[in-house]
């Protein structure tokens, strides 16, 4: 019996008590069916969790990557000064030579002189607002989103000097194709002795493109940088200088040099400072939603202590009789502690696989999941982007599982404990 004392920690013996007692039928005090129920609710909430986690981060790297592909990665505006006449302006003058500084700070890989403006467009019966673009046809094949290897677009863009190119969604409200041509009416438009007029002038429709944001493919149009510039009555100037840089992500490393060189005079905007509400919004999100889903995977481990009290009220004789003959109390303690964690890890085992699945295979399940509700599931103008997305990322699968394997064998002590102190005298009195 001394020999027995002295046996090493999680003995084979331990291991094969704590399986038959996991597989016990229902007539031995239905331990199976809890086991069972413990069992599934560890996977549903692991699957829950990790699910949740990689739409999050799906969606986070979606709107990001739209951003960056579709629009500048940092601006430059001039501060508002008094032209001549007395009217105040942001124009700049000397667009090319500013963007040829900007060009020279190491990191940046392009800058454009840009003209932006907004007015109605109208094919047809059809009417709507956009907001256009003036730029130049090779400033227009770096923007990736638009005219890059990725983008889905229709139409010739060696063509953009003859016409305009509009997102998918413009063309989806007007009704327009590639070759037709449509009316753009801004109301700053001609001046005369009496005034401004409106300017109304129809462009031929040469490319179509999808940015992948509904926000950009519902608004946005490009024009020639010189048609531009006479449409809007800005001959000779730029409203600003679009810079893209080789590393968006690291933004702010850039803004003093680019300050420096664009001057005095001149303003910097990132697409951090554009989109920064919105993130730090998704950064609130993703740690509410990491607390909850916590709080769901704490529930269903909860259900290991309550078949675990079942499993040791059940086996009180056993207990006393593995006490008898000379089981220890760290022995029993691992028996039952094993039982708890082979359901915690199975649990999560199956969960994590199912998670994974539901993350690689999003988008057919996503389809499913829209025919089967008749279509509308998804509303891009609600959410942005036209797809639910999903990056399945080791450091959320770790969390993951971290979380479920630890609160799992947190909460498998307390029931293991008391079948270890079960005085074996108290077990056996009636038996």
């Not at 829950?48 to 629009?71: K, M, P, Y």
């Not at 690689?360 to 509700?373: C, E, M, R, T």
Request: hydrophobic content about 50%.
């Amino acid at each position: 019996m001394a020999e027995q004392t002295r046996t090493t920690p999680f003995a084979p013996y331990e291991w094969m008590i704590a399986w038959r007692y996991l597989r016990a039928r229902r007539a031995e005090g239905g331990v199976s069916v809890m086991t069972w129920i413990s069992l599934i609710g560890i996977t549903l909430a692991v699957f829950a969790l990790i699910a949740t986690l990689s739409v999050r981060a799906g969606f986070r790297a979606e709107f990001v990557d739209t951003i960056l592909g579709a629009n500048a990665h940092v601006t430059v505006y001039s501060e508002l000064r008094v032209a001549e006449g007395g009217r105040t302006t942001r124009t700049i003058e000397e667009y090319d030579a500013l963007a040829a500084r900007l060009a020279e700070v190491e990191g940046v890989t392009r800058t454009a002189p840009l003209i932006r403006g907004q007015v109605m467009a109208n094919l047809r019966s059809r009417n709507a607002g956009v907001e256009v673009f003036g730029i130049r046809l090779d400033d227009l094949r770096g923007i990736p989103r638009v005219a890059g290897a990725e983008a889905q677009a229709e139409g010739d863009l060696a063509r953009f000097e003859e016409g305009i190119a509009i997102g998918s969604g413009v063309a989806r409200e007007l009704g327009a194709r590639v070759g037709d041509r449509i009316r753009l009416i801004s109301p700053n438009g001609v001046r005369t002795p009496l005034g401004t007029s409106p300017r109304v002038k129809a462009y031929e429709v040469v490319y179509i493109f999808t940015a992948g944001r509904y926000d950009i493919d519902r608004t946005r149009v490009y024009m020639p940088f010189a048609e531009a510039q006479s449409f809007f009555n800005k001959e000779g100037a730029a409203d600003e200088i679009e810079v893209m840089l080789a590393e968006p992500e690291r933004v702010d490393d850039y803004t003093r040099a680019l300050a420096a060189a664009a001057g005095p005079g001149y303003l910097i905007w990132t697409w951090r400072d554009s989109a920064g509400a919105f993130l730090r919004a998704l950064d609130v999100e993703d740690n509410v939603m990491f607390v909850i889903m916590s709080v769901l995977v704490l529930i269903a481990a909860m259900n290991i202590i309550s078949g675990l009290i079942m499993l040791v009220k059940n086996k009180g004789r056993d207990i006393g009789i593995l006490r008898t003959i000379g089981l220890t109390e760290g022995s029993v303690l691992r028996v039952f502690f094993l039982c708890g964690a082979l359901v915690g890890v199975v649990g999560t085992i199956a969960g994590v696989i199912l998670g994974c699945l539901f993350a690689i295979y999003i988008d057919p399940i996503f389809s499913a999941v829209n025919y089967l509700a008749g279509g509308g599931v998804w509303d891009p103008s609600i959410r942005g982007i036209y797809n639910l997305p999903a990056k399945l990322q080791l450091g959320d699968v770790i969390s993951a599982v971290a979380l479920s394997l630890g609160l799992s064998f947190i909460v498998t002590i307390f029931p293991a404990r008391r079948a270890a102190r079960m005085n074996p005298v108290e077990a056996l009195r009636y038996e």
